[in-house]
C-alpha cells in the first residue's frame, strides 16, 4: 500500500544541537507537506515541497525534496525549546488522501 | 486559530454507545478531513469529503460514518463504542484536495469507559 515511513520516532537533543527527521515512500510522490504538533495541540501546517530536488529554508528550519520524489526531510539547525513537539511529514500520491507519517517527536534538554 | 471548529472538545462516554463529532470547517473550504489519534500514535486518515461528497475513505471502521451536509459542516458518527476507539479525532480542512494545506481543528477528545 501506499505508506510514508518516518525515522527516528524520538528524538532528544540538547539545546543548541541541531535535528533532522526523515521521510521516506516506496512510491513516488506529487507532492509531501510537514507539519509540526505541539504537546496538547494540533497539526500545524509548516511546508510543502512539490518539485524534485526542491529545498526551501523557514529560519533554522531547511526542507528537502528528494531527486525522485520518494523522500523528504526536516533539518533544524540550533535547536530552541520552542522547537519542542511532533513533526510529521504527510505525503500526496496523487490521489486524495494526504497520508501522515509516524511522527518525529523531538524533546530539547535545557 | 486554524478557523476549523470542532465539538465537544472532550467527551466522555461508555462502551455500547454512539457519539456524534461535529466539524465546522474554515469559511470558504470545500474539503473536510476526519483524522484519528491515538495516544502516541500518528494520525490515521479516517475520511474526506469534498463539497458534500465522499471524496476518499482511509481506515474508518464500518462502526463509524460521516457525512458532509449542504453548509459544508461535517459529522462523523462513532456507534458501539470501544474501549479502543479512545482517541483524539481531528477534523481539518481545505481549500480544494490534498495537494492544498490542510488546517486542523483543536481536536476531539473521546474516552470510553
Not at chain 2, 52 to 68: D, H, P, T, Y
Not at chain 2, 85 to 107: H, K, Q, R
Amino acid at each position: 500500500g501506499q505508506q510514508v515511513m518516518q525515522i527516528p520516532q524520538y528524538q532528544h537533543v540538547q539545546e543548541g544541537e541541531d535535528f533532522t527527521t526523515y521521510c521516506n515512500s516506496s512510491t513516488t510522490l506529487s507532492n509531501i507537506q510537514w507539519y509540526k504538533q505541539r504537546p496538547g495541540g494540533h497539526p500545524v501546517f509548516l511546508i510543502q515541497l512539490v518539485k524534485s530536488g526542491e529545498v526551501k529554508k523557514q529560519k533554522r528550519l531547511t526542507f528537502q525534496f528528494g531527486e525522485a520524489k520518494k523522500n523528504s526531510s526536516l533539518h533544524i539547525t540550533a535547536t530552541q525549546t520552542t522547537d519542542v513537539g511532533t513533526y510529521f511529514c504527510a505525503g500526496n500520491f496523487g490521489n486524495e488522501k494526504l497520508t501522515f507519517g509516524t511522527g518525529t517527536r523531538l524533546t530539547i534538554i535545557p | 486559530d486554524s478557523g476549523v471548529t470542532q465539538t465537544p472538545k472532550h467527551l466522555i462516554t461508555a462502551t455500547g454507545q454512539r457519539v456524534t463529532l461535529r466539524c465546522s470547517p474554515r469559511s470558504g473550504d470545500l474539503s473536510v478531513y476526519w483524522y484519528q489519534q491515538s495516544l502516541d500514535q500518528g494520525l490515521q486518515f479516517l475520511i474526506q469529503y469534498y463539497n458534500g461528497e465522499e471524496r476518499a475513505k482511509g481506515n474508518i471502521l464500518e462502526r463509524f460514518s460521516a457525512q458532509q451536509f449542504p453548509d459544508l459542516h461535517s459529522e462523523l458518527n462513532l456507534s458501539s463504542l470501544e474501549l479502543g476507539d479512545s482517541a483524539l479525532y481531528f477534523c481539518a480542512s481545505s481549500v480544494g484536495g490534498a495537494g492544498n494545506t490542510i488546517y486542523f481543528g483543536e481536536g476531539s477528545w473521546l474516552t470510553v469507559v
